[in-house]
């Protein structure tokens, strides 16, 4: 069996790779969320936005890691990940966050209020 690390993106110009995960099964795609999630760490990175469509086609697996990157304290990441994941989750998954989106929205750390975090996590909730 091929090792799935070598599917992964080599570089954020890497668009063949990602193309080549669309059509991967589903089992595979879920064990590298991880890896794939990192790439969300800059979404001007040109694969970001694709790789964030990618993770939505396995949005209940990817929520939990999602989850770890809200409680930590990378807050670019916290965004990236809330306007281009958790945004566009449909409303039953989007409340498997709740309690960290109504934390990050009403009682933000200093990093989620300088990046405004905490804005687009009202945003979600509002939505």
């Not at 090792?3 to 992964?8: F, Q, T």
Request: glycine share 2%; aromatic share 8%; net charge negative.
């Amino acid at each position: 069996m091929k090792d799935l690390s070598e599917l992964l993106p080599r570089d954020k110009h890497d668009f063949e790779r990602v193309n080549d995960l669309k059509s991967i099964n589903k089992k595979d795609l879920i064990k590298l969320i991880p890896e794939l999630l990192e790439w969300l760490q800059d979404i001007n990175w040109p694969i970001a936005s694709e790789i964030a469509k990618l993770l939505l086609t396995v949005p209940q697996e990817t929520i939990p890691y999602v989850r770890k990157v809200l409680e930590g304290g990378d807050d670019i990441w916290k965004e990236w990940c809330l306007r281009y994941f958790v945004m566009e989750l449909p409303t039953n998954l989007r409340q498997i966050l709740q309690d960290e989106l109504e934390r990050i929205a009403y009682r933000p750390r200093k990093g989620e209020q300088l990046e405004d975090v905490h804005i687009t996590a009202q945003e979600i909730l509002n939505k």
